[in-house]
Each structure stands twice: as structure tokens, then as C-alpha cells.
Nanobody, 116 residues
Framework: QVQLVESGGGLVQPGGSLRLSCVAS????????MGWYRQAPGKQREWVAV???????NYVDSVKGRFTISRDNAKNTIYLQMNSLKPEDTAVYYC??????????WGQGTQVTVSS
């Protein structure tokens, strides 16, 4: 059993910052952090920032230069630092881990609202 718990969302003004966290617990020995996704109202879930197999990271064009994904393996935690937030960043943000046989694990999501 794997549990992923996101935190750090909230209401922020345009131009502000938030740092999302995702802590993995349970049977985590066989899973790997994949990245962060988001889903805005009425839209499909989209990837935002992912770790690559080479140890680097990729970002969707709309967040490049503003968001940074990172990880702390000792704490089984991944982060998403979000700066210069825009109203169009408003969404529920989900962390994603991958397991054997391409099994995907998702957290419950954390709401990010960017509004003045």
C-alpha cells in the first residue's frame, strides 16, 4: 500500500509563490517519483513538471522559468516551487509516483488558486 499526501496549496495573488510538497509512505521501496500534474476546472489533467531518467527534469512550456521540481530521497518527498504565479495556474495539483508494471500512484490533490 502506497500513500501520497500533498500539501502547500492555497490562495495566492498573481505574482506570488507557493511550495507544494508530496510525501510518500507505506510500501515505497519499489516506487519512484515521476512528477507533478494539474487539473483545472473543465480541463483534462496535464503534466507540469517531471523527473527524467537521466536525473534532470522537464517542464511544460507554460511554467518554464517559474516552477522548479525537486526531491529529497531521505524524506521520500518531492516538491514543486511555484513562483510568479498567474491566474491560469489555478488548478488542483497532484503528485505522481510510478511502481512496478507501470502502476501509477496519485495523491489526493491540493488546490492552488491564483486570484487578486
Amino acid at each position: 500500500q502506497v500513500q501520497l499526501v500533498e500539501s502547500g496549496g492555497g490562495l495566492v495573488q498573481p505574482g506570488g509563490s507557493l511550495r507544494l510538497s508530496c510525501v510518500a509512505s507505506g510500501s515505497i521501496f519499489s516506487i519512484n517519483p515521476m512528477g507533478w500534474y494539474r487539473q483545472a476546472p473543465g480541463k483534462q489533467r496535464e503534466w507540469v513538471a517531471v523527473f527524467t531518467s537521466g536525473g534532470s527534469s522537464n517542464y511544460v512550456d507554460s511554467v518554464k522559468g517559474r516552477f522548479t521540481i525537486s526531491r529529497d530521497n531521505a524524506k521520500n518527498t518531492i516538491y514543486l516551487q511555484m513562483n510568479s504565479l498567474k491566474p491560469e495556474d489555478t488548478a488542483v495539483y497532484y503528485c505522481n509516483f510510478g511502481g512496478p508494471a507501470r502502476k501509477a500512484y496519485w495523491g489526493q490533490g491540493t488546490q492552488v488558486t491564483v486570484s487578486s
